[in-house]
Nanobody, 124 residues
Framework: QVQLVESGGGLVQPGGSLRLSCAAS????????IGWFRQAPGKEREGVSC????????YYANSVKGRFTISRDNAKNTVYLQMNSLKPEDTAVYYC?????????????????WGQGTQVTVSS
C-alpha cells in the first residue's frame, strides 16, 4: 500500500532543532516532488518547503528561509526536514506530501499522497 509516515516531531525549546523524516512505502520517493506543510490550531495549512523530483530544486516559505533545510536520501526512500533556530510560531502539526508531477507547488491539491502528521511544539 502507498504510505507516507512522518516522524521526528516533539517538544523543543526556542532556538533548538528537530529533524523530521518522511518515509515512503509502496512507491519510490525519488520520482515525486515532496512537500512539507504545517497547520497550527485555528490556522490554515501552509506550505513550508518542497524538493523537486528531477533537478532537486528546493522551495522554502519566507518564514523558514535560512532556518529549515529539506533533503532527500534516495537509498532510504526518505525525505528530511532539518529545522534549526526554532521559534514558538513554528509550533504546528507537520505533514509531508508527494506530488507525482515531480514539480513543487504550494497548492495542496497538487499532492497525491499525504502522511498522518507529526506534532512539533516549540515552547519554553
Amino acid at each position: 500500500q502507498v504510505q507516507l509516515v512522518e516522524s521526528g516531531g516533539g517538544l523543543v525549546q526556542p532556538g533548538g532543532s528537530l529533524r523530521l523524516s518522511c518515509a515512503a512505502s509502496g512507491f519510490t520517493l525519488e520520482y515525486y516532488a515532496i512537500g512539507w506543510f504545517r497547520q497550527a490550531p485555528g490556522k490554515e495549512r501552509e506550505g513550508v518547503s518542497c524538493i523537486s523530483r528531477s533537478d532537486g530544486r528546493t522551495y522554502y516559505a519566507n518564514s523558514v528561509k535560512g532556518r529549515f533545510t529539506i533533503s532527500r536520501d534516495n537509498a532510504k526512500n526518505t525525505v528530511y526536514l532539518q529545522m534549526n533556530s526554532l521559534k514558538p510560531e513554528d509550533t504546528a502539526v507537520y505533514y509531508c506530501a508527494a506530488d507525482g508531477s515531480g514539480d513543487c507547488s504550494p497548492m495542496t491539491y497538487d499532492y497525491h499522497y499525504w502522511g498522518q502528521g507529526t506534532q512539533v511544539t516549540v515552547s519554553s
